[in-house]
């Protein structure tokens, strides 16, 4: 299956603004906000900043974030290796961090964030 075409750029789309949308309703943005967060960070090749809705779950000051479809999505290549910065409002609040990649034997894609004190 291929990934990337403009259909799917604006399924995306769609989905995120959605997404972002929900977040800030009066009526959900408290209880998705729970589930949901938008990240932000500059990407390594562009220099550019780029902000995306993504689900999350939080144990303390680590942040888990599952990537699907990881294949079809470019934004988190920018945490191989040794990782880097990443920036996510949690409870109302900018926090930020340092976020790292890790792809499992079964291709899954996990980011592991450790919030900055």
Avoid: C, Q
Avoid at 36 to 54: D, E, H, I, K
């Amino acid at each position: 299956m291929r990934y990337g075409g403009t259909l799917t750029k604006r399924m995306v789309g769609g989905f995120n603004a959605g997404a972002n949308a929900l977040r800030s309703s009066p009526r959900f943005g408290r209880l998705v906000g729970k589930y949901l967060t938008v990240v932000t960070y500059t990407g390594r090749r562009s220099g550019r900043t780029f902000s995306t809705p993504v689900a999350y779950k939080r144990a303390g000051d680590t942040v888990k974030i599952g990537v699907a479809l990881p294949d079809a999505k470019n934004w988190w290549r920018n945490f191989t290796g040794d990782g880097g910065p990443i920036s996510l409002e949690l409870e109302g609040t900018e926090r930020t961090g340092l976020a790292v990649a890790h792809r499992d034997d079964k291709d899954r894609v996990t980011l592991t964030v450790r919030l900055n004190g």
